[in-house]
């Protein structure tokens, strides 16, 4: 097959992450809008290449005075470093859906190398809506990846002490990503990282009216595909 290309749709791929806030519980943010491309061999899965971008300006809590104040400067400065970016250096396959991505993560301008431990969700053909008609199907792939920041690393250093020595939120930082990736088409060679070949003005192809909801598509009863391989 040889190397393949994909590009991660956004409104399906995100990242989610959690700190420890007033030493009790979590709080919880969203990042929404996560660009990025993989080209993999399936082959040859521990040659592959990665990259995302992901845009910090729309951070999401749910309490729109800490959102303000996450986007300032006392955490990711988004005024001058509105966007995270990670580049992969390195994959080790670990079985047939278990992989360590390792890649040079920048957050306000900093750069750090991160492992993130990937699952592979499989594949499969789907739907895909353009102009109000299925224009599919087209080859779409799911992963899961984790890993835990120390925000302090990347100079994300604010915090407050709480009574009896505690602080308001925690260094360590727990990361989910779960990216939907979309087989290119045509001349994938054009398309640079976050921009399939058809354009960042593609359709969204879940607005009402443009296909059918979440729950008509293909679903967990769909066969399993072992790709990449265990080498």
């Known amino acids: 097959m040889g190397v393949t290309r994909w590009f991660f749709e956004p409104g399906h791929t995100g990242a989610e992450f959690r700190a420890r806030h007033m030493m009790v519980t979590y709080v919880r943010g969203q990042l929404k809008n996560v660009r990025g491309s993989l080209e993999v061999d399936p082959a040859d899965p521990e040659k592959a290449r990665v990259e995302a971008v992901v845009d910090a300006t729309q951070v999401y809590t749910g309490q729109e005075q800490r959102d303000a104040h996450l986007r300032s400067a006392d955490f990711f400065a988004c005024d001058t470093h509105p966007e995270w970016t990670f580049t ?5 396959q670990a079985s047939a ?49 984790t890993t835990r920041l120390n925000r302090q690393d990347f100079g994300v250093s604010w915090n407050d002490v709480v009574d009896r020595g505690g602080v308001v939120v925690s260094d360590m930082v727990d990361v989910t990503v779960d990216v939907e990736a979309v087989l290119e088409e045509g001349r994938p060679d054009e398309a640079g990282p976050g921009k399939p070949r058809s354009g960042d003005d593609r359709p969204d192809h879940d607005q009402p009216g443009d296909g059918p909801p979440e729950d008509d598509r293909p679903g967990d009863d769909r066969p399993e595909e072992a790709w990449p391989q265990a080498a």
């Open 88 to 92: 992969g250096t390195g994959v080790r």
């Open 97 to 145: 859906t278990e992989f360590e991505v390792t890649g040079d993560l920048t957050i306000r301008g900093t750069t750090r190398p991160v492992t993130f431990d990937v699952t592979y969700l499989g594949q499969w053909d789907t739907p895909w809506w353009e102009d109000g008609r299925d224009a599919g199907p087209r080859r779409r792939a799911g992963f899961t990846a």
